[in-house]
């Protein structure tokens, strides 16, 4: 069964802080419903507490992959996943932006009295 939404750990700050996030998918992208963060989940998820949640990254917007050297877990991100831009989706976004008719005849009201205004001031 396929879900719109998905659960993450969004690690900031460094990985000196981790917070859970529920991603609300809007168009290409995932987007933080608390903060409005988007992220691309190109990559795998992780098990967590018996779930599959995304690692992601709060600066980068993309998943981590997490990979053990022989002292150390580290978690870096994919050079492949970097090159998925969201600027594309955000230019998508707002030329899909449609204002309401009250709003046009609003400005087109507020337009015509500027005019107007002026006309009479010259």
């Not at 419903?33 to 507490?49: E, H, K, S, V, W």
């Not at 969201?86 to 309401?100: G, H, N, S, T, V």
């Amino acid at each position: 069964m396929f879900r719109k939404s998905k659960n993450g750990i969004i690690v900031e700050d460094g990985g000196m802080s981790f917070r859970t996030a529920k991603l609300k998918k809007m168009g290409n992208t995932y987007v933080d419903t608390m903060t409005g963060q988007t992220f691309t989940l190109n990559g795998r998820p992780i098990r967590f507490d018996g779930k599959y949640v995304y690692l992601l990254s709060g600066e980068k917007g993309v998943v981590l992959e997490p990979e053990v050297d022989e002292q150390v877990l580290k978690l870096k991100t994919s050079p492949q996943l970097i090159s998925t831009i969201l600027e594309p989706e955000i230019l998508q976004r707002a030329f899909k932006f449609k204002p309401a008719m009250k709003t046009i005849i609003a400005a087109l009201l507020i337009g015509i009295g500027a005019g107007f205004f002026l006309g009479l001031m010259f």
